[in-house]
């Protein structure tokens, strides 16, 4: 009987303790007020197809181009860009493009998209993040490796939206092709953080 007293007695204390560090363990936790968001990068299909037209709440593709080199593209590339200018253009996804690029002639190639505040928007800081956001293009072509990064350059943005174009451009030469020769854009992939 002497044994099962001891026991219960070491059991009840045992509960006690156990009791005592769990109320401690929620006080502690109920004091910790940081938010931590997650990011996780997702690839963004080019399913948005919009020309230059309203994307709604949408993060996507607006336009491709085949646009004439430009020596400054950190100014060139800072506002909206014409299909009359263009060599080619496409407002469509998996699709040849109109218009025809000269031969022996330096051209960039140019894509814009477009991001929405869920997916391109640092809440922490509350501004919009470039390293949030990436595009990469591949065409074998023209000796562009899988997924060569593009060079982004802001166009414009707002509290909610935010408008860039990406742009391959040679090292600052432009690429230039063969008469005759054409050249196949096998993947284009738009990278983008959304918080979760």
């Known amino acids: 009987m002497k044994n099962e007293k001891k026991n219960s007695l070491k059991a009840g204390m045992l509960l006690t303790m156990f009791a ?5 363990g929620i006080m502690m936790l109920s004091s910790v007020t940081d938010v931590v968001e997650h990011h996780i990068y997702v690839e963004r299909k080019m399913v948005l197809v919009t020309g230059d037209g309203d994307p709604g709440d949408n993060s996507g593709f607006f336009y491709f181009m085949i646009y004439p080199h430009q020596a400054d593209p950190g100014t060139a590339y800072a506002s909206n860009l014409s299909n ?6 496409s407002d469509s996804i998996n699709t040849s493009a109109t218009g025809e690029t000269p031969y022996s002639t330096a051209f960039d190639i140019v894509i814009k998209v477009g991001c929405t505040d869920e997916d391109g928007y640092n809440t922490t800081s509350s501004a919009w993040d470039d390293s949030y956001m990436s595009m990469t293009l591949t065409c074998a072509d023209l000796s562009i490796g899988g997924d060569t990064s593009m060079t982004e350059i802001q166009i414009v943005n707002h509290s909610s939206y935010r408008w860039m174009h990406y742009y391959l451009n040679n090292g600052g030469s432009g690429y230039t092709i063969n008469e005759g020769e054409s050249f196949n854009i096998t993947s284009a992939k738009y990278y983008v953080n959304r918080i979760v």
């Not at 009359?84 to 253009?89: K, L, Q």
């Open 20 to 24: 005592v560090a769990f109320v401690a």
């Open 84 to 89: 009359a200018t263009a060599y080619e253009y």
